[in-house]
């Protein structure tokens, strides 16, 4: 992750952040896509960008509350779902679906 994974952090809103660190974002294919859904907006529906996160043990996202989100080279994206992968009983890497946050104000 390190060598090829984009630079991330994890914040909230009241301005607390972790330390910068590496993990692999990629967007979902239409396929994967099927059970997702969009987000009404004042000028129509948008169809929200979701994206499958790996990322390292040391930030389990599964431990997060509703209020943190990821950022990334400027973007910002809300954690969905997150789970656990193991290798054997040792945390392997943090699995999740993230969707690109849209200001609807």
């Known amino acids: 992750m390190n060598r090829f994974g984009r630079s991330v952090c994890i914040k909230d809103d009241d301005g607390w952040n ?3 660190f590496h993990a692999f974002i990629q967007p979902l294919r239409y396929k ?14 948008n169809s929200q960008g979701h994206y499958l996160y790996i990322g390292p043990p040391e ?15 400027g973007e910002k994206y809300k954690v969905d779902r997150a789970e656990r992968v193991y290798a054997g009983d040792k945390i392997f890497y943090v699995w999740a679906i993230i969707r690109t946050i849209i200001d609807t104000g």
């Open 18 to 20: 972790s330390e910068t």
């Open 32 to 45: 994967n896509k099927m059970y997702l859904y969009g987000v009404n907006t004042t000028i129509g529906f």
């Open 59 to 73: 930030h389990d996202l599964t431990l997060h509350e509703d209020s943190y989100f990821i950022e990334s080279n």
